[in-house]
Each structure stands twice: as structure tokens, then as C-alpha cells.
């Protein structure tokens, strides 16, 4: 993983005591919350619906032991006891007085940590497949493109005050666990006709209010050409993307607006401009930043232990089979941690817990964790032989849980439990759920499923790429929950579609009881799965199961 360097240490320092004073003068009444508004946001301060909450980075949701120690001793002694992981691979604190703030913010940079860059209109978080480095299907490790995205852009005087907030994503695999076609910017590495490697280049994607889905505008970019390339976007972006009104302001937009053949060109004959200031990184940079993401000694040690574990513990086999993936090296797996016990906050983790992740990552799997956009938490690199050891601590801890990509896995947002901004709950939603189908002893029978939940039209819970999304609304002061169906959030991306009205928090459950029962009754075999059987179906099936007096109606018509 990438190492700070001395620019680094000096940077995050200053910018942690230039806000100290800041937050001195708020404090005094010296600066008023208008003015002070900007000024907490470049530091990813946000005022939510009870309180301060701060926003710490996680670049492409890697961090070590140390680090995590240090998020689990900052939720101790300035929160309460917990944190809240993202869907943009951070770490939120919902809870911080505003006088600790600079406190804390100085902790992060003890382990090398700030929370730069993760609010305003800028370049955010720039997130990566949560499996880079260790999955068996990848080209490159992604996370080595998103690092010299994230110097790129920290601090870029240019785009620090961009129409809208923007978004990056990587993936160094054909197989996209990144979503890159839901950001601002997609990058997928893939190769060319003579083997090179590159970046098919994707804009204009995006969730909240105007769901799109990101267009190719490049189909084969040379490595070399990253950052001038990505540049010549930015600026086309930051000139003609809308400021008169913040919810046609993202590149999305500007996208459907303008249209991506009149795009191209525009980027295309920006990026020949670039180039030729700029034409490309140091290779000086861009082998310090390969040596910082080389593999782990790989250890090679006997799986006997493992696969007798395997066969003679029913439990701990059905944990294997849904929390340990398949390796580059065929000794080791990648172990995903479940922040989704039945019951549970999605993506929350207590400051015990987090230790826990701590010392199995760093005892058993090279000091690295990893943390995915949904919510969980990974080991990437883990001898098959450790394993059983891992599933132990982790069962004592409560996060054991076997449900990675299963019903109760699921995505949620803080919803109206935190956030100004949501028009229902989220949280108790994704609890119901989970506790309900738990009670029913159906999760295992249903199989794979993606069920995303956002408590308001802002989308931070994905819920448009959901096989079962719920988006909870207000009308007339009483929650409402639609449900679209057949989302995708993979290299196939697409937008889900709305069944029809929504449901009372109240006729929620039953209505997605009756719809999985009925998928259930549909598919053709236990291996197909829900987005596969809907796929097949087509909506009307389902639609019949969410509303059962439409099916009445329609017989009462034929019969008349």
C-alpha cells in the first residue's frame, strides 16, 4: 500500500492546524455557520441531522492495522464507540463535538490519514475494486491507477470548486466490483489487440434523481495518457457543466444535454491542448507507486487443515462458501468480514471490532484490510491455512456472519436516523428485512441477491443498481417505499425499474415476502438466481406478487 511521503506529512499537518484555527474562530462566534460552511466541508465536516459528522478517507478503501487502531480509538474516545463504513470505501463518525474535530483530525495524521477531499465540489474519494492485488481475474491491480488519480487530485487548483461533486472509480478486472458505470469518470484496465494495457474510459454515470448509466468515451486509452486524458475531461466539465441549478449539475448531465459524440470531440481536441503541456507522469512516480502496491511474500503453507475443516464443520463450511473468495494464488483466499449481522447497522463496526479486524489483519494477512463499497470489510491476502483461526476470532466478535451476497447483505444509507437530507428510514428498513427472512429460514433457498436501500431520492444506497431497490419517500408526512427491480451494479450496469406504487413501512415486508415466495414458486432451478429469473420473466410475474389485487382485477375482467 502507498506510504506517505514527507510532502504528504507537511501537507495534511498544515491543513490540520489552518482548521484548527478555523474551527477556533466558529467557536468564538467569530466566524458565523455560513462562513464557516466551505471551510468545514474542505475538511469533510458535514452537519447532519443531530450532529457534527466527519467524513475520514479511505483512498481505494485501503489501510493497515495501525489504521484501523486508530479509527477504533478515535471512535472511543471522540464518538460513540463505533464508526460507520461507506459506499465510498470511508469511514464516517456520526457523533464528534465540533472543538474535537482538529483533535481527531490530528490522530489521522499520526497514522497518515485526513479527511481531505471527502465533501464539496470536488474530486472525491477515488474508489477501487475491493479484491485488487489478490483477485484471479484481474489485468492489473487497480488501486496503483486510483493512488496516482488521488495525487493528482488533492488539491488541484483547478478543480476545487467544480459545478458538482465528482466521482472516480477503477477496476483492474473484466469483472466489475467497483461500479464503475455509476461515477462521474469509470476507469476499466483492459488490453489492446497487441496485448498493451489500458483504460476504456467511461463518463457521465450516476444514481440520485437522475439515474444514467456512464457512456464510453474512450474505448482504448494508453496508460501514459491517463492524467492529461482525465484532465482534458475535468476542464470540459468545469466549463460547460450547469451552475445554475445543483441538480443538473453533475457531468451526467451535461452528458444527456450536450451528447456524448459532441463530448468526445470536445475532450478529444482538449485532451491534444494537454498533452502537449502535459505529457504525462514521471516514471520516477510511477515506479514509486508500483513498488508500493508489489504483492506480499505469499506464504506456502499446507490447506490439509483448511480443507478437514472444510469437510467436518457444517458452519464454518457455509461461511467458506459465501465470505472466502478465490485467489491468485491458489493457497491463499480472500476472506470478506460481514458488517451485516441479522439485525445489525449496515456497514457499522465498534471500536472492538475493529480491533479484532486489526489484529487478524495484521497476524494472518500481510497487515492489510481492505474496505468494499458494500459496506463490508476484506482480508485480501490470506493463507488458506489461516483461515479456520480467522473464522474463530471472528465468531467470538459477532462477525461471522455468512451472508456476503445474500439478502441480508445489504446496502444501506443512514437515512433519516442521521442524515438532514433523507425523507425515511433506512436503517430500520434493512433490519426488518433482514430479521424477517432470517425468522423464515429463506435466505440460503433465495441465494444470490442484491437488495439496496436509500432513504431518499439522493441515492447514497445505490438502490437504482439493486436487483431489489426500496427508496424511501415522504408523502404526505407519512414514509413510502417504492421498489424497483432488476438493477445491476456490475460491467453490465443498468438501472432498475419502478414496479408500480409504493409501500407503508408497515406493507413493506409482507410485500417482499410475497415476492421472493413467489420467485421461489418461478424459477426454473435452484441456480437460478433472482436477477437471472426475472430477466427471464419479465416484470409482470413480480408485479402480480408485489400487488396481488391486480392479479384479482385482471381475472375479474377476463371472466366478465
Known sequence: MYNYNEFDHDFVRTRVEEFRDQVERRLSGTLTEEEFKPLRLKNGLYLQLHAYMLRVAIPYGTLNSKQMRQLAMIAEKWDKGYGHFTTRQNIQFNWPKLKDVPDILDALADVSMHAIQTSGNCIRNVTADHFAGAARDEIEDARMTAELLRQWSTDHPEFQYLPRKFKIAVTGSPNDRAVTRAHDIGL?????????????????????????????????????????????????????????????????????????????????????????????????????????????EYDRLSVDDYVSRIAHDPEFREWVKNNVARHKVPEYGIVTVSLKPVGGTPGDATADQMRVMANLGEKYAHDELRVSHEQNIVLPHVPKAHIPEIYDELSKAGLATPNLGLLSDIIACPGMDYCALATARSIPIAQDIAKRFDHLQLEQEIGPLKIKISG???????????????????????????????????????????????????????????????YLKLRESPEETFYNCYNRLGMDPFKEALYPHLKTKHKERVEH
Open 188 to 296: 476499466r484496465t483492459i488490453r489492446d489487440a497487441e496485448g498493451r494495457k489500458g483504460y476504456e474510459v467511461l463518463i457521465g454515470g450516476g444514481l440520485g434523481r437522475t439515474p444514467m448509466i456512464g457512456k464510453v468515451v474512450r474505448e482504448f486509452l494508453p496508460k501514459e495518457d491517463l492524467l492529461p486524458y482525465v484532465e482534458a475531461i475535468l476542464r470540459v466539465y468545469n466549463l460547460s457543466g450547469r451552475r445554475d441549478n445543483k441538480y443538473k449539475a453533475r457531468i451526467k448531465i451535461l452528458v444527456h444535454e450536450t451528447g456524448i459524440e459532441e463530448l468526445k470531440t470536445q475532450i478529444e481536441k482538449e485532451f491534444v491542448s494537454r498533452k502537449s503541456e502535459f505529457p504525462g507522469v514521471n516514471p520516477d512516480l510511477l515506479q514509486t507507486i508500483e513498488r508500493d502496491f508489489s504483492p506480499p
Open 456 to 518: 431518499c431520492i439522493n441515492a447514497c444506497g445505490h438502490h437504482h443498481v439493486g436487483h431489489i431497490g426500496i427508496l424511501g419517500l415522504d408523502k404526505a408526512g407519512v414514509e413510502n417505499y417504492q421498489i424497483t427491480l432488476g438493477g445491476n451494479a456490475t460491467e453490465d450496469a443498468h438501472i432498475g425499474t419502478r414496479v408500480g406504487p409504493g409501500f407503508s413501512s408497515e406493507e413493506l415486508i409482507p410485500a417482499l415476502e410475497r415476492l421472493l415466495k413467489s
